[in-house]
């Protein structure tokens, strides 16, 4: 391939949360532009989620230290903790990564949805920053693509397991008669959604509360629960034993003062799951008397308990993968070929008006019809002479032979701008 794709990362598989969110990037947009002026990628795209930051990217000289100096200085951090923490792969590995990414492999909760939905939008928001172009472009819908035949044809995602249903099952584990205790669903979004499912499922009463009452009694005619007013929870987290927060503030809810207060006012201990990432629970609060605070760490040892179902599925999924790779692999080298196809079609077509325009004159025709069939005619010459060559061009592109490529750039006298 002529050019590189490359996959930066920093995951829970490497990293524990409190680390994993230093690296996060607070302003994706404006990350875009820096990353294509500093970092050698002339086309990225940002993925991130609570359990991962990864940066994909399209570049012809790839360079790793810059592109740890442009992210440390947008995360505000050294780049010697890259060292520890980041993952860096590229091509078929890269690839192979996004496949698994897609399908759901490298997920957590093994075969989840959400990361499919959140790797949609990545894609979306940098094709509309323009961001990303022709390779991650196609890279990307031709992963999402494969990631959704390989979840239905293998079942990977079936059986309901999500970082909600954990989070319950967490609760449930730790609290005696959860049925009897006072459950406070923090947050409206996606992740209270399936926490809310779970607790719906299993029979609990639960409130639910968000910085707008109208959003929580929307969320509740759906989800169940009561919506309660967030003032009065900030100020009364005594009143619950049990807390799910699952929201994407950018600083504590939680803080140490406001549960000191409501352990003043009650005579039991609380449970407190943190679901976010960035934390939204000080970690302080796991050190006051009768607190138990669990975090996203918990929850992945959670799920490994619970995957053997879908682990068993992990083998068949790695094997439709590995397939799968030199697919995509064999669609980005055709890529290579496209903008020498491209300027060929577009010269010959442009020669091939030039010249119908002349004899057109030197007919002098005004027949519509007639002007139509020469046209055409043209079209047809020119599309079956130069059809046959374009696409041998582009198998060996896909074939991994460049040579082919220079030759025929250089009988096309074809100059690529970029380079
Ligand atoms: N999606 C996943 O797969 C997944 C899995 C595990 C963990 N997580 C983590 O869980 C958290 C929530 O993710 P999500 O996907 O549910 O996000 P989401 O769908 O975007 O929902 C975000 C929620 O956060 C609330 N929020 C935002 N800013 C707030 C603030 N300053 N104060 C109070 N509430 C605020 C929003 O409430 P308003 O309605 O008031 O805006 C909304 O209810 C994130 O930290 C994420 O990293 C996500």
Known sequence: ??????????????????????????????????????????????????????????????????????????????????????????????????????????????????????????????????ASGQHLNTLFDKAIRIGTRIRNSSGISQGGISVGSMAVKLAEENIDELKFKKILLIG?????????KSLQRRGYDFAVTSRTLERSQAFCETMGGKAVRFEDVLSGFGNYDVLFVATTAPYFLVTFDRITDAVKKRNNGMMILDLSNPRTVDEKVATIGGIKLMNLDQIAEMVEKNMKARLNKVKTVENIINEEVSVLQASMKRLDAEPLVKDVFKNIDSL????????????????????????????????????????????????????????????????????
């Open 352 to 419: 091939r008006q030039k010249e119908l325009k002349k004899a057109l004159s030197m007919l002098d025709e005004t027949d519509e019809k007639k002007i139509k069939i020469i046209e055409e005619l043209t079209k047809a010459v020119v599309e079956s002479i130069v059809s046959t060559p374009m696409n041998n061009i582009r198998k060996a592109s896909e074939q991994g032979k460049p040579d082919l490529l220079e030759i025929a750039s250089k009988l096309f006298d074809y100059k690529n701008e970029q380079e």
């Open 1 to 130: 391939m002529n050019q590189n794709i490359i996959n930066a990362r920093v995951t829970f598989r490497n990293s524990p949360i409190h680390i994993l969110e230093k690296f996060t990037i607070r302003d994706v947009e404006s990350a875009y532009p820096q990353f294509k002026e500093h970092s050698g990628l002339d086309e990225c795209v940002i993925i991130q989620t609570c359990n991962r930051i990864e940066l994909f990217g399209k570049t012809k000289n790839y360079d790793q230290q810059k592109i740890k100096k442009t992210w440390a200085s947008l995360a505000g951090l050294d780049e010697e903790i890259f060292d520890e923490n980041l993952e860096i792969e590229k091509n078929e590995k890269a690839f192979h990564h996004l496949l698994k990414l897609t399908s759901g492999l490298d997920s957590m909760v093994v075969g989840e949805e959400q990361i499919l939905g959140q790797i949609k939008n990545s894609i979306t928001s940098a094709r509309n920053t323009k």
């Open 188 to 196: 409206t979004g996606e992740v209270s959604t399936l926490v809310a």
